[in-house]
């Protein structure tokens, strides 16, 4: 089957958090289901579009910064989204062209645009897992062809743990991660937070996504090592002089002991 051949037995009828997205970040590759939902979310919590970039701009600062000061080259992007400008490999690549990274998420379409678009440095390598964040699993067992486990690895999380509606089911997804990975590892975490009646109906308006407190979200780094300066407004982690900017999304990256 072609890759067209698959984009044309997608299932549009309903609107998909990855395209939605794509939709706010002002990509193309999205369906006119997706542009409702995305513009129904708008219209109760216009500040919907700022938080999607700052938590892509939070994705570049994390990244660059465990390359070039902390020495990781291995990665796993969990619920990657479809691919646009600045993804995971391309930040991590421009520091250290041998880094291997390894993209999951569960949208068929973005297993289409990845084999087009999320191509390696000949040094490095760069691989798509299509499967649920809810079985992690699959993922590492599919990871493990291209990831050591007996290295660092960074495992990214952002916007995807309101996928999973019981915050138990969330925390043991996070700790499922962390056991699996070696010590000296990072987890990186972005999400939005219940802290505006705007962001909650937007939430909900969309596809029942699951804000929670920052107090839930810092339980995800309890007993790891949270780099400065914490866990903080998505803007505020390792911001760029003079950006005063305020969201509802909080993100944080931490090391395994």
Do not use: C
């Not at 390696?120 to 993922?139: F, K, L, M, Q």
């Not at 002089?241 to 993100?251: I, N, Q, R």
């Amino acid at each position: 089957m072609t890759d067209e051949d698959q984009v044309s037995t997608l299932d549009t009828s309903a609107p998909h958090s990855a395209r939605v997205w794509n939709y706010w970040l002002g990509g193309k590759d999205n369906f006119a289901v997706d542009r409702e939902a995305g513009d129904r979310v708008r219209a109760v919590f216009p500040a919907i579009v700022d938080n999607a970039r700052a938590q892509r701009a939070f994705l570049g600062r994390a990244v660059r910064h465990l390359t070039a000061e902390r020495g990781i080259r291995q990665f796993i992007d969990l619920g990657t989204g479809l691919p646009t400008a600045d993804n995971t490999h391309e930040i991590a690549q421009a520091v250290a062209p041998d880094s291997r990274v390894v993209y999951v998420d569960n949208d068929p379409l973005v297993l289409v645009h990845a084999r087009a678009l999320l191509t390696s440095s000949p040094e490095g390598v760069t691989d798509y897992i299509e499967a649920d964040v809810r079985d992690p699993d699959t993922i590492l067992r599919e990871a493990g062809k291209v990831i050591d486990f007996g290295q660092p690895v960074a495992v990214i999380m952002l916007g995807i743990l309101g996928n999973i509606p019981s915050y138990e089911d969330a925390l043991a997804v996070v700790a499922a991660f962390v056991e699996a990975v070696p010590p000296g590892s990072y987890i990186v975490i972005n999400d939005g937070t219940d802290a505006s009646d705007e962001i909650t109906e937007g939430a909900k308006v969309s596809h029942g996504y699951v804000l929670r407190k920052p107090a839930e979200l810092a339980r995800y780094f309890e007993g790891l090592e949270l780099e400065e300066p914490g866990l903080v407004a998505t803007t505020r982690w390792r911001a760029d002089p003079g950006d005063t900017a305020e969201l509802d999304g909080m993100g944080g990256v931490a090391r395994k002991p």
